[in-house]
């Protein structure tokens, strides 16, 4: 049989041309953020795409999860959230060094 879905009206096709629109330019201005802060935030951000996806799903589409979807959710948040605390603590840790070091130089202790 014909399985294929042609989209005919006008409106459907303004539709997914704006959700394309919008769809790069959230990804090109995630990219662009990376210069002015830390790849952790910025991967805690692209994961929080995936939960507001859930969250969307529930609510605009009133989708009901299984508690297997749930629980995925959960554990992408749960581990981008983990990595992301550990880049930002190493970038700080980092800077602290280098202003220690700094500081030992400068003041000669």
């Known amino acids: 049989g014909n399985d294929i879905l042609w989209i005919s ?10 959700l394309g629109c919008v769809g ?9 953020s990376g210069r002015y802060i830390s790849s952790g935030v910025v991967a805690l951000l692209l994961n929080l795409s995936i939960v ?17 979807t749930i629980i995925g959710a959960i ?3 749960l581990s981008a959230a983990i990595v992301s605390v ?4 190493d970038a700080r840790r980092k ?5 220690q070091r700094n500081y030992t130089t400068t003041v000669g202790v």
């Open 86 to 89: 550990d880049k930002i603590s």
């Open 75 to 77: 554990c992408m948040f």
């Open 9 to 18: 009206d006008w409106f459907d096709i303004a539709y997914l041309i704006i």
């Open 24 to 32: 790069y330019s959230f990804l090109w201005l995630l990219t662009m």
């Open 52 to 68: 507001w996806g859930y969250i969307i799903q529930i609510t605009v589409f009133n989708e009901k999860p299984t508690w297997i």
């Open 95 to 99: 800077s602290m060094s280098v202003i």
